[in-house]
């Protein structure tokens, strides 16, 4: 893309997606396994844990993961595939990217090849398992100790 289109403004610093997410992120049982940890190394584990289960699920939504002082990911090697392909796909129902990216293609849409959101999600869950969103998760693994009810 950078070939292309000029340096993509997704990178460290930028955490305006995070900052505006357009619905709850969703995650499968083994995303969840590797967030679940890295959650519980921070020292607000428990604040945090709270925070994502008020999540609201009407837009704009803050990421409760985003350390809102430096905007960087708190748990970013541990972050699910929504938060890794966010910026990058486009849907039939829109492109899924913030207005900084909207700005840096200025009118150059169309000149651009973006991934399927979809089929990535699809795809996920084909390999990963079926995804819930990541409140009901947190609330399930809190309550039960598990991803599921079964």
């Not at 973006?114 to 089929?119: I, W």
């Given at each position: 893309?950078?070939?292309s289109h000029g340096a993509w403004p997704c990178r460290a610093g930028c955490d305006a997606c995070c900052r505006s997410l357009g619905a709850i992120p969703s995650v499968t049982e083994a995303e969840l396994e590797l967030l679940w940890p890295a959650i519980h190394t921070l020292p607000d584990a428990q604040e945090i844990l709270d925070r994502i289960e008020r999540l609201s699920p009407l837009p704009p939504i803050v990421c409760p993961l985003l350390d809102r002082d430096t905007g960087q990911c708190r748990v970013y090697e541990a972050r699910p595939i929504a938060c890794r392909t966010y910026g990058f796909y486009g849907g039939r129902d829109g492109d899924y990217w913030c207005d900084r990216v909207t700005q840096h293609l200025e009118g150059r849409r169309d000149t651009l090849i973006?991934?399927?959101?979809?089929?990535v999600d699809r795809e996920r869950d084909q390999?990963?398992?079926p995804s819930i969103d990541l409140v009901t998760a947190v609330r399930r693994r809190r309550r039960t100790g598990r991803f599921t009810d079964v």
């Open positions: 893309m950078e070939r973006a991934g399927n959101q979809v089929a390999r990963l398992g």
